[in-house]
């Protein structure tokens, strides 16, 4: 006779009361409650459909990294329903689509596992309340951003910052008596703190990619499906992770759209450090150390401004948790099932950061084999990597960006071919990235970038330390596949220093990023090295929370706040990094009246102004961001003059490459100009529109 099991009964009770706080729109309640479910109950159904025993932390991270790659897949699957379906992405399908998501999920559920028993926390001997501490952390942070925003009061989110330091030491002093989840607890909420910071400035998105990003999302939502030629750059719009999933968890929140990427994704990216700790504890064996090398992963400018690009964060969630199943002791069944589902929902979510991780996957079974053929260390006998699941990527990542959407594919043969071609000038200082010229001391100017530079040097230099000692000291507790993937990460950030473009192609900062996924350990090994050559163990956590410490206050900008030079968005409400990015609401109205009333006319502005314009009209408009350095380029149509224009009289003639400085006793921004520059251009236009905030001059 058929039971029905209690658990199965509770996961009923508890979908029913999400889709009543959807369906009958309960404030709060909707805007939480759907978020927690489906972040987590899918994946923990499969999880536990695949009988995977794990820890809660290992569990937790899996239930959500697969609950997302679930959203992902029911999300397309569903918009493949169109053109059956007019509007699939809508509010009706879309939790019609998750509801019977997880009744499939419960039948296997029902069918594979049994019920499952009571995680028991034993805190005897130990202590639980310094984590506790770091709750505060992402309340104030919300809070401060509020008075910031508001009343440019920024004691709050200096306060925040300058906190993070000296709670790293209070944990350090309290190590011996730490409960083990307290370190987890402590890194999500720094990091969540360190993300939203940098996200809930402005009422809009802060960033570069974001407002693109942004507008396919958009569009997604008033089309209610999703097509592969988006409306604006193709290769963007192939990224599920920007279009679908976030159209999923607007629908089922009900909350402005803006807040799913400045908010919502940054609960979501705080997932990243805590893989990277469970990484670095399987590596170092050690769960202090574990946690410093999860704080140099936090501690990185793209991942504390990763809500700038929320494609590649979604995307390094899936990578760090493939990375995590990589170096887990599995079963090579479940090993292989989960690093595959993963694989395929990063190439999903951004193609940079599969093509990355393709190029991993395809390397390591022959770089493991050469471990093996020369004995490079003594590492264990590989077992899972093979050619098939290279093979399979290579297929996924063709299909997909080649066939499926064409665009991330052609930009990506159009980077290799400039790549090549640019080997002519192999030596030429302006075919590299100004960040990749400062590590060798190139462009460093003013005191706190030569802090900066000094302190990511040293960081290299450990990394680099660690790397050495694996090779040497034939430790034989690491896997041949994680060795031959630390020896990749290696080459491919020696190829930003090295070869020409390419940091100029695709950032050095987050690809450094994504390869500290792998490399975290190596900074720990580092130090453990030189303590060991200088026989004095004692430095060694000095060391490293000096490093730390200051590599924080580079990344925050603190070094630059306290030399007297605003740097940024987040609590300055002056500098370069705050006229970029800052969006004001009279620089939106502004763009919503020039949308009804302007026609077709081409919209000229500077280099930041498109990110104002896109946030005001529904159809994209012709836009010339070089009017003011491109005589050729100057089109008939209107010009577009935005509060930094306005109200602080400078042009953003390109992107800042290198941080602002003093020059004769005045703070000099990089590529750009006074507005007076330009009287001869703008001067004689008629003023058809001003709201204080922003300005359009007519007759050009």
């Known amino acids: 006779m058929f039971k029905m099991r209690k658990d199965i009964i509770y996961l009923l009770i508890l979908l029913a009361l999400v889709d009543i706080t959807i369906l009958m729109d309960i404030p709060i309640l909707r805007q939480s409650i759907p978020f927690i479910f489906f972040n987590i109950v899918p994946g923990y159904l499969l999880v536990k459909i695949m009988r995977l025993d794990l820890e809660l932390l290992e569990k937790s991270l899996l239930s959500a990294g697969l609950s997302i790659s679930l959203l992902i897949f029911t999300g397309f699957l569903l918009n493949s329903t169109y053109p059956f379906i007019s509007r699939p992405i809508t509010i009706g399908p879309v939790v019609v689509a998750l509801n019977i998501l997880i009744f499939i999920l419960l039948t296997g559920y029902y069918l594979r596992s049994e019920p499952s028993g009571e995680h028991k926390f034993n805190f005897e001997g130990t202590i639980f309340s310094p984590a506790m501490l770091s709750l505060a952390l992402p309340v104030l942070t919300v809070i401060g951003s509020y008075l910031m925003n508001t009343y440019h009061i920024n004691t709050v989110l200096l306060g925040v910052l300058l906190t993070i330091p000296i709670y790293m030491i209070i944990l350090t002093l309290v190590r011996e008596r730490l409960h083990h989840s307290a370190y987890p607890i402590a890194l999500f909420n720094i990091g969540l703190s360190l993300l939203i910071m940098n996200g809930l400035p402005s009422s809009y998105l802060i960033g570069r990619d974001i407002h693109i990003e942004y507008y396919l999302f958009r569009t997604v939502l008033m089309n209610g499906h999703w097509s592969v030629s988006g409306a604006i750059n193709n290769a963007y719009n192939a990224c599920l992770s920007i279009t679908i999933l976030p159209a999923i968890y607007r629908l089922i929140l009900d909350v402005p759209a803006v807040y799913i990427f400045k908010l919502y994704y940054g609960f979501i990216g705080a997932i990243m450090p805590l893989a990277v700790y469970l990484i670095s504890e399987r590596i170092l064996k050690d769960r202090t150390m574990a946690f410093y090398a999860a704080l140099l992963f936090i501690f990185q400018f793209s991942f504390i401004y990763i809500l700038g690009w929320c494609r590649q964060l979604i995307a390094l969630v899936f990578f760090s948790l493939a990375i995590m199943v990589l170096t887990s002791s599995l079963r090579r069944r479940d090993k292989k099932i989960l690093f595959i589902i993963f694989m395929v929902s990063t190439v999903l979510s951004h193609y940079t950061t599969a093509y990355v991780f393709a190029i991993l996957t395809i390397l390591i079974p022959p770089v493991a084999w050469l471990i093996k053929r020369f004995s490079i260390g003594r590492p264990k006998r590989s077992y899972f990597f093979g050619v098939s699941v290279a093979v399979l990527f290579f297929v ?185 990015a800052f969006i004001f609401t009279s620089e939106v109205t502004a763009a919503k009246w020039l949308s009804s009333n302007g026609g077709n006319f081409t919209v000229n502005t500077d280099t930041f102004g498109y990110s104002r314009i896109l946030q005001g009209f529904y159809n994209p408009p012709k836009l010339n961001t070089e009017f003011f350095t491109n005589e050729t380029k100057r089109e008939k149509g209107y010009i577009y003059l935005r509060w930094a224009n306005v109200n602080r009289g400078l042009v953003f003639l390109d992107s800042p490459g290198r941080p602002p400085r003093f020059i004769g006793g005045k703070l000099k921004m990089d590529n750009v100009e006074p507005i007076g520059d330009y009287k001869n251009l703008i001067g004689d236009k008629d003023r058809i529109y001003d709201n204080g905030g922003a300005v359009i001059l007519g007759g050009f």
């Open 396 to 580: 996924v990542v063709f299909a997909w960006y080649a066939q499926a959407t064409g665009a991330p594919f052609n930009d990506a043969v159009k980077f290799f071919k400039t790549t090549f071609s640019s080997m002519a000038d192999f030596f030429a200082v302006d075919m590299r990235n100004n960040a990749e010229q400062s590590v060798v001391g190139i462009g460093i100017a003013q005191l706190p970038n030569f802090m900066s530079v000094m302190i990511h040097d040293t960081v290299f230099l450990l990394i680099g330390v660690g790397f050495l000692s694996i090779l040497f000291h034939r430790r034989d507790d690491i896997s041949r596949e994680y060795t031959a993937a630390i020896l990749i990460a290696m080459g491919l950030l020696a190829s930003f220093i090295i070869l020409p473009f390419i940091s100029k192609g695709y950032g050095g900062t987050r690809l450094f990023t994504q390869m500290l996924v792998i490399l975290t350990p190596l900074f720990i090994m580092g130090i453990q090295e030189l303590v060991s050559l200088l026989k004095r163990q004692s430095l060694k956590l000095p060391m490293i929370l000096l490093v730390l410490v200051l590599l924080f206050s580079c990344v925050s900008y603190l070094n630059y706040h306290f030399a007297g030079i605003p740097y940024s968005y987040a609590y300055n409400s002056e500098g370069e990094r705050r006229y970029e």
